[in-house]
């Protein structure tokens, strides 16, 4: 498959997973405001999503500068390693916060699972920054992973209910 058609339907995906849980979140809204733990769990999957969707038009734009291949997916690369590292140091943060408050809706093993995915992406994209010829295998590996993650945080909101206070 070209790799823009695989960046094209990544985004594509991305913006269906988005745009159906902004749905998913109307029917699930109860009056007045988000609580914390809905603030968390909707920011951390459109975090995600939303990562894979602009992530995925990244290198679609840098290609469109007349950039060879090496130096697309290696810029790519590089901003996928800065939005992981934020963004997972924001997830961290946020969920040892509302871990507190309910610690019902967190699943150690599927934490650590998440957490150490995030980490390997992060690796792999510094290893094709360095060490690997810059292709766009390890780019796209990455953005099936912060879909997984995606689809796994959208999972848990539909099944994984907070204890009601």
Excluded: K
């Excluded at 920011?43 to 038009?57: D, E, H, I, K, N």
């Excluded at 469109?64 to 934020?86: E, H, I, K, P, T």
């Excluded at 610690?103 to 150690?108: H, Q």
Aim: include cysteine; charged fraction near 10%; glycine fraction near 10%.
């Amino acid at each position: 498959m070209d790799p823009t058609e695989l960046l094209a339907t990544i985004a594509e995906l991305a913006l269906g997973l988005a745009g159906f849980s902004g749905v998913m979140t109307a029917f699930m809204q109860r009056p007045g405001r988000l609580t914390e733990v809905e603030a968390y769990r909707i920011a951390v999957l459109l975090g995600v999503s939303l990562g894979a969707l602009f992530l995925s038009l990244v290198p679609l734009a840098l290609m469109q500068f007349g950039l060879d291949a090496g130096a697309v997916w290696r810029s790519a690369g590089l901003c996928m390693v800065g939005y992981a590292v934020v963004g997972g140091a924001l997830y961290l943060r946020a969920s040892w916060r509302v871990a507190r408050h309910a610690p019902e809706i967190f699943n150690r093993s599927v934490f650590v699972a998440l957490a150490a995915g995030h980490v390997a992406n992060i690796a792999l994209q510094l290893a094709a920054l360095t060490v690997l010829e810059p292709s766009p295998g390890p780019y796209a590996v990455g953005l099936v992973w912060f879909m997984l993650h995606a689809a796994v945080q959208f999972a848990r909101i539909l099944f994984v209910q907070p204890s009601p206070r």
